[in-house]
């Protein structure tokens, strides 16, 4: 690994921090798993310890990956706004009864899926209550029709703890 320098001097952002963090930095980059405690220490790393910890990671990834930026384009398709958990957490859920609750049909859920497909989108991500997931409709609609529809998308249906939790 190329040692990272501070801009402008002589010194490289490794040889002005900590000591700890130092010994912490160089096992990282001979590939050691770190420690609990290790992890917290850079987790909590402020000043030159900081500078440090960015400047490592800087070069582990350019030697990792390099310069080039990548994205996914994703379009998150929620097919109802129905909540039976009430934790609040979205922040969009609705009770069942609400005035502003919403589910959507099949079709337009395909439909909303092709006017993202039109614009190039890389992945479908399906999104709803615990118990909406239950149903099996984010799965119908990623593995049947939306796979067959849009062969470039991946498709994710709603987050494994919510089926769990359903």
Not at 138 to 162: D, G, H, L, N, Q
């Amino acid at each position: 690994m190329a040692t990272p320098t501070i801009s402008g001097s002589g010194l490289t952002a490794v040889e002005t921090c900590p000591a700890e963090v130092r010994e912490i930095l160089h096992a990282v980059n001979s590939g050691a798993e770190l420690t609990f405690e290790q992890g917290l220490l850079l987790a909590t790393a402020k000043d030159p310890a900081l500078e440090a910890l960015v400047a490592v990671a800087n070069q582990l990834r350019r030697e990792s990956v390099g310069d080039a930026i990548t994205y996914v384009v994703n379009r998150n398709i929620n097919f109802t706004n129905v909540c039976f958990v009430g934790c609040s957490f979205c922040g969009f859920g609705r009770g069942p009864g609400a005035a502003d609750a919403y589910s959507l049909s099949f079709e337009e859920v395909v439909r909303r899926a092709r006017e993202a497909w039109e614009r190039a989108p890389r992945r479908f991500a399906f999104r709803a209550d615990c118990r909406a997931t239950s149903t099996g409709f984010s799965t119908a609609i990623c593995y049947e029709p939306s796979s067959m529809r849009f062969p470039r998308c991946t498709c994710m249906p709603s987050r494994p703890w919510k089926l769990i939790t359903a």
